[in-house]
Antibody, heavy 119, light 110 residues
Framework: EVQLVESGGGLVKPGGSLRLSCVAS????????LSWVRQAPGKGLEWVGRIRSTRDGVPPDYAAPVKGRFTISRDDSKSTLFLLMDNLKTEDTAVYYC??????????WGQGALVTVSS | QSVLTQPPSVSGTPGQWVTISCSGS????????ANWYQQFPGTAPKLLISNNNQRPSGVPDRFSGSKSGTSASLAISGLQSEDEADYYC???????????FGGGTKLTVL
């Protein structure tokens, strides 16, 4: 069974940083593309960024609102995906989901991690 | 403002047939396949339809998808109370170099 479990969410002040983790199981992690998708309170879904498999050798892609502030990385030895968020803004407040990205088809999702950016 | 346009809400009575539209452009639905996700309050989205009309294992055949030009549609036949949820369309956008979502449609079963 595919499982994705996020952690690391919490309250952070504007301008601060936070790192989310997503531990995966039930599939061959090293071959997988993975994305982060967020959902602001009461709003719709927004793609944040994607990391391809390490063997693809391609840098991660990011949505315009987070490019230059967010960094996606992975540790294949620990089947873990990361999202490092720097210079956080109040508009980054959202539930952040990690998802198995099958060429833009999000087959499986984690339960989400709430990030609140507030002073 | 979402790149893909969906009606904010639709409603129907049990047993009825309802559709949810998703309007895009040549850079997204017009040149890529559409996917649909179902989300219940407080839970993660779930893949409902992929590649315009493919149902993942476990999705009832009451749910179907279609695409024509730059628009896609989700149809639900034999509406049930447990279908009450938010539905999102999505597709890759070539000009934005990533997937885009619709704003979501809240389905109410009266």
């Amino acid at each position: 069974e595919v499982q994705l479990v996020e952690s690391g969410g919490g309250l952070v002040k504007p301008g601060g940083s936070l790192r989310l983790s997503c531990v995966a199981s039930g599939f061959t992690f090293k071959n997988a593309w993975l994305s982060w998708v967020r959902q602001a309170p009461g709003k719709g879904l927004e793609w944040v960024g994607r990391i391809r498999s390490t063997r693809d050798g391609v840098p991660p892609d990011y949505a315009a609102p987070v490019k230059g502030r967010f960094t996606i990385s992975r540790d294949d030895s620990k089947s873990t995906l990361f999202l490092l968020m720097d210079n956080l803004k109040t508009e980054d407040t959202a539930v952040y989901y990690c998802a198995w990205d099958d060429k833009t088809i999000f087959d499986h999702w984690g339960q989400g991690a709430l990030v609140t950016v507030s002073s | 403002q979402s790149v893909l346009t969906q009606p904010p809400s639709v409603s129907g009575t049990p047993g009825q047939w309802v559709t949810i539209s998703c309007s895009g452009s040549s850079s997204n639905i017009g040149s890529n396949t559409a996917n649909w996700y179902q989300q219940f309050p407080g839970t993660a989205p779930k893949l409902l339809i992929s590649n315009n009309n493919q149902r993942p294992s476990g999705v009832p055949d009451r749910f179907s998808g279609s695409k024509s030009g730059t628009s896609a549609s989700l149809a639900i036949s034999g509406l049930q109370s447990e279908d009450e949820a938010d539905y999102y369309c999505a597709a890759r956008d070539e000009s934005l170099h990533g997937p885009v979502f619709g704003g979501g449609t809240k389905l109410t079963v009266l």
